[in-house]
């Protein structure tokens, strides 16, 4: 059973167009997390989730809104995509706030705008 | 401000001989810390973390790393490369304020055979 599980693996879109991304875990973690991967390989924490509750917002365009109808599940819609929002987007969960646990990472969504 | 600095972009070094990733942490405190591992195109997935109870962390794959106070230093190891460990590490700790984990730069690391 896959502990954190994203889908699309791949998307593969074009500009303007809106598109989602799901996560879930099933850790019975109650944080979760979405980072995006650059393609210089850098990681940065865009949102996350403690039992539904926003608590963590990075400047991220507004575009970006994040859902979590559960604890168990974080989706990321994006509006009127561009090229620069490709990249690769991981969702994570951690036990608490993750600080002395670390996270258990999805294996990725790979968005490609063109 | 960057809690957790990797020193090095790139290493490479030869089948069977030892690995030093480098990574230093900026904190007041001892903070937890942590190593990551990206295989190509894979997810991430966690080598060891250091929560202050041992200095001598032991993680998988044969990596262990070591967290030293004086030198505010986590620095990731292994005796024995093998082709296998050929990816990109992240040194991980907390940001300021304690919030959220924030990730080194990686580094990148070559086996040459």
């Known amino acids: 059973d896959t502990a954190v599980s994203q889908t699309p693996k791949y998307l593969v879109t074009q500009m303007g167009n809106d598109k989602s991304i799901k996560c879930e875990q099933n850790l019975g973690h109650d944080t979760m997390y979405w980072y995006k991967q650059d393609s210089k390989k850098f990681l940065k924490i865009m949102f996350s989730y403690n039992n539904k509750e926003l608590i963590i917002n990075e400047t991220v365009p507004n575009r970006f809104s994040p859902k979590s109808p559960d604890k168990a599940h974080l989706n990321l819609h994006i509006n009127s995509l561009e090229l620069g929002d490709s990249a690769v987007y991981f969702c994570?969960?951690?036990?608490?706030?993750?600080?002395?646990?670390?996270?258990?990472f999805g294996s990725g969504t790979r968005l490609t705008v063109v | 401000a960057q809690s957790v600095t990797q020193l090095d972009s790139h290493v490479s070094v030869s089948e069977g001989t030892p690995v030093l990733l480098r990574c230093n942490y900026s904190?007041?405190?001892?903070?937890?810390l942590f190593w990551y591992v990206q295989h190509p195109n894979k997810g991430l997935q966690l080598l060891l973390k250091?929560?202050?109870?041992?200095?001598l962390v032991k993680g998988i794959n044969g990596f262990e790393a070591e967290f030293k106070k004086s030198e505010t230093s986590f620095h990731l190891t292994k005796p024995s490369a093998h082709m296998s460990d050929a990816a990109e590490y992240f040194c991980v700790g907390p940001s300021d304020g304690n919030e959220k984990l924030t990730f080194g730069t990686g580094t990148r690391l070559t086996i040459i055979p």
């Open positions: 994570a969960s951690s036990q608490g706030r993750g600080l002395n646990y670390g996270y258990t």
């Open positions: 250091y929560t202050s109870a041992a200095t």
């Open positions: 904190s007041s405190y001892s903070p937890s």
